[in-house]
């Protein structure tokens, strides 16, 4: 259910992302994520846990519509797919990291910090990216523009609600999204059910099935990276 929140938001905060500040919308949407991940982790029962978790997405999904955004206008056409690779790559090892740190706290006595510090770091991370990322002018990084954008002409981009037709009508944009769709099931998957398999049919204790799911993960990162290192170099 916090996925499909997630995503359904995800389409608001780029159009907010589009239209105002994208750092001040990460600001915003990692500060609301945060503030209710924390709520986690002050629950009392199963149900007051299940809608509070779901409401957290919202905030979640600002986080590719306004990063990807902000990454596509600082770097070139040349290193771009390299430095998105990277961002991507810095998202995963920190979910390996908290994954694996936090997992210690899987017990009934003492997994509320989990989602309070999880929720905290996300609050810094917004205070971060308000203060220290310089935000670049819209399309500051495309070859055709350099020299010649300014502050004013870079406003004039902005998205409309009759751009959703327009960009829903490109073949590439269809099988993007169908890809997204399946490709993420997997790992919806395995973060729902694999460790409580670990627990219940492995025998693994609630500290320890975290940190196996980790590594997984990790394996898995480095696997796919070595494929792509190796069709890169033929």
Same mark, same amino acid.
């Given at each position: ?30 500060g ?6 924390? #709520? ?33 206008d600082?770097? #070139? ?9 990277l ?11 908290f ?22 770091a ?18 500051e ?46 790992w ?6 694999l ?15 975290p ?24």
């Open positions: 259910m916090r996925s499909l929140l997630q995503s359904l938001s995800s389409p608001f905060w780029g159009y907010l992302s589009d239209r105002y500040s994208r750092k001040k919308v990460l600001f915003w949407g990692t609301f994520w945060g503030l209710w991940t924390i #709520a986690v982790g002050l629950t009392q029962n199963f149900s007051q846990l299940l809608v509070v978790r779901v409401i957290s997405g919202i905030g979640l999904g600002c986080l590719m519509p306004a990063t990807f955004s902000i990454m596509a600082t770097f #070139a056409p040349k290193i771009r797919g390299r430095m998105l690779g961002l991507e790559s810095v998202g995963v090892l920190g979910i390996i990291i994954t694996l740190g936090l997992g210690r706290l899987a017990t009934p006595e003492t997994w509320r910090y989990g989602f309070v510090i999880l929720g905290i996300s609050i810094l991370s917004g205070f971060v990216i308000l203060l220290f990322v310089d935000e670049p002018l819209r399309g990084s495309e070859p055709e523009m350099n020299g010649h954008l300014t502050l004013e002409d870079s406003q004039k981009y902005t998205a409309q609600i009759s751009d959703i037709k327009n960009v829903l009508s490109i073949p590439t944009i269809r099988v993007a999204i169908l890809q997204g769709l399946a490709g993420s099931m997997p919806v998957i395995m973060g729902a059910f460790i409580l398999w670990l627990v219940e049919q492995r025998g693994l204790s609630t500290q320890v099935a940190m196996v799911f980790g590594a997984m993960i990790r394996r898995d990162c480095y696997q796919q990276r070595d494929w792509r290192l190796s069709w890169r170099l033929g």
